[in-house]
């Protein structure tokens, strides 16, 4: 785990090279302990844990489940499939948070959200490469 914080004030906790189920909740978990109050917001961009088996639709969900009891005040999924489970789980859990549909779409949605004192959590498996959202140079992707 990596954390960088940015010149315009927002931090990056950058948990991009491995994921699974007890990696994600660790990581919920400390971005939660991070954050608190008006001006330092949470915000978790998750995307899919690779090579689980049969349990990937189970634990998918389940990570969203956990997210959605960390009271963050942005969740965000990226990609289709596993993402979408997870979104579910939030969303069952009675959080919030969208689904979008690329590293694109993902690097203007943060661009247009964030703000100084912001935390934000990059965690997904490496296979899928969150490691480019996590980029402190690059707020805006271009």
Known sequence: MQTTTRADGVTIVND????NPDSMRHALNALAA????VSQRSVAVLGRMNELGD????AHVDI????????LDQGH???RGRSQW???????GGGTAVCVPDQDTALHLLHSILRPGD???VKASRG???QKLANPVNPGGS
């Not at 349990?55 to 189970?58: C, E, L, P």
């Open 16 to 19: 991009a090279y491995n994921a």
């Open 34 to 37: 991070m954050t608190g109050g």
């Open 55 to 58: 349990d990937a639709y189970a």
């Open 64 to 71: 969203g489940r956990y997210a959605a009891g960390r009271d």
């Open 77 to 79: 999924s990226r990609g």
């Open 86 to 92: 997870m979104l579910d789980g939030v969303q069952s």
């Open 119 to 121: 935390v934000i959590l």
């Open 128 to 130: 899928v490469q969150p």
